[in-house]
T-cell receptor, first 112, second 113 residues
Framework: DTEVTQTPKHLVMGMTNKKSLKCEQH?????MYWYKQKAKKPPELMFV???????INESVPSRFSPECPNSSLLNLHLHALQPEDSALYLC???????????FGPGTRLTVL | GENVEQHPSTLSVQEGDSAVIKCTYS??????FPWYKQELGKGPQLIID?????GEKKDQRIAVTLNKTAKHFSLHITETQPEDSAVYFC????????????FGTGTRLTIIP
């Protein structure tokens, strides 16, 4: 298995909802990443996990809460989001920190 | 911090011709430069990368060149095909072992049949 999978593909939520995004890889990669991408913009790094420990938090608001339950799985828990949080949320993984990053297809999130 | 500029923002090329996308970076410590292709509705896909100890790298119709003195690197696509149409992002990383990629602003490449 040489890909990063993300579920769901699309998500619509209200500002009072709680939802979670899921990312999975079975390539034995030890680093996993969350990015946010707005339309016609490059991906912006949100969080980095290395060996299941949070390595980087790019000053992301607390309404986004990452979780790495094991080396293959990365979640992003969402609560009390704002309409401006609507974007494509991308997960990526790499063999180790600083090596090639492989992206999943993303979750298209719409906050109403 | 690192700043990456990418040009042009849009590029239209006749099928079969070559396309060139250029990026400049600000931090002389950067030593890893990947290129990503993003098709509509998909995540970015790594297509080629280069490290600072190499001046040029080629993979079939795709090549990347790096000029560390001038702090710029370029993507060259030869014999373009309609499936090359996508948004291309360059990126730079300051240190091997640094998690953070700084992306360019992207180039929308359209191949005209």
């Amino acid at each position: 298995d040489t890909e990063v999978t993300q579920t769901p593909k699309h998500l619509v939520m209200g500002m009072t909802n709680k939802k979670s995004l899921k990312c999975e890889q079975h390539m034995g990669h030890r680093a996993m990443y969350w990015y946010k991408q707005k339309a016609k913009k490059p991906p912006e790094l949100m969080f980095v996990y290395s060996y299941e420990k949070l390595s980087i938090n790019e000053s992301v608001p607390s309404r986004f809460s990452p979780e790495c339950p094991n080396s293959s799985l990365l979640n992003l828990h969402l609560h009390a989001l704002q309409p401006e949080d609507s974007a494509l949320y991308l997960c990526a993984s790499s063999q180790d920190i600083g090596t090639e990053q492989f992206f999943g297809p993303g979750t298209r999130l719409t906050v109403l | 911090g690192e700043n990456v500029e990418q040009h042009p923002s849009t590029l239209s090329v006749q099928e079969g011709d070559s396309a060139v996308i250029k990026c400049t970076y600000s931090d002389s410590a950067s030593n890893y430069f990947p290129w990503y292709k993003q098709e509509l509705g998909k995540g970015p896909q790594l297509i080629i990368d280069i490290r600072s100890n190499v001046g040029e790298k080629k993979d079939q119709r795709i090549a990347v060149t790096l000029n560390k003195t001038a702090k710029h690197f370029s993507l060259h696509i030869t014999e373009t095909q309609p499936e090359d149409s996508a948004v291309y992002f360059c990126a730079a990383s300051t240190d091997f072992g640094n998690e953070k990629l700084t992306f360019g602003t992207g180039t929308r490449l359209t191949i005209i049949p």
